[in-house]
C-alpha cells in the first residue's frame, strides 16, 4: 500500500481554505513559510527577505496587507514591541513575550514564566478581550 504523498503547498494550502481567505500565489507563498514549521515571530521585513530568498516575489506592502489579514482571520497574533517593531506570532494561543532588545529577538514566555495576579475591575458592559505582556530585556 503506498502512501499518499503531501504536495509542497498542502498544508499552507489548508490554513488559508480553513479561515476562508483565497489561496492567491502571495497567501501561499507567505502560509508556506509561515506555517509549514515550528511556531516563529516574524517581522514583516524578514519575511520580505525569506520570500524572495525562495523565488518568488512579493513586494513589502503586499507582506504588510497579507499578515494583517492572516492577523484578522486569526492564523497569526500581532505583538506590538514598540512603536517601531511589531512582530507577527504563529502561536495564537495565549502567552505573552519576552524581548531581548540587542538581538532583536522576540520569545514566548509560558504561564509559568509571568504570573498575572490581579487585573483591573472591569467596567459595567464591558469584558477583558486580551492581556499581552511584553518584557524588555538589554544588556546591563
Do not use: W
Not at 497567501?27 to 514583516?44: E, N, P, Y
Not at 497574533?77 to 495565549?94: A, C, G, H, L, Q
Amino acid at each position: 500500500m503506498s502512501k499518499k504523498m503531501n504536495r509542497p503547498y498542502s498544508k499552507a494550502l489548508k490554513c488559508l481554505q480553513d479561515v476562508g481567505l483565497r489561496p492567491t500565489r502571495q497567501r501561499l507563498a507567505l502560509a508556506k513559510i509561515l506555517f509549514d514549521g515550528d511556531d516563529r515571530h516574524v517581522t514583516a521585513e524578514v519575511l520580505h527577505n525569506e520570500v524572495n530568498g525562495t523565488g518568488a516575489k512579493v513586494s513589502l506592502a503586499t507582506i504588510y496587507n497579507t499578515l494583517h489579514q492572516f492577523t484578522e482571520a486569526g492564523l497569526l497574533k500581532e505583538v506590538i514591541v514598540d512603536s517601531n517593531r511589531t512582530y507577527f506570532d504563529t502561536n495564537i494561543s495565549d502567552h505573552h513575550h519576552i524581548f531581548f532588545k540587542e538581538d532583536e529577538i522576540l520569545a514566548d514566555l509560558t504561564s509559568e514564566d509571568l504570573v498575572i495576579s490581579s487585573l483591573p475591575e472591569v467596567p459595567e458592559g464591558k469584558k477583558i478581550s486580551a492581556v499581552n505582556v511584553v518584557i524588555h530585556m538589554e544588556n546591563s
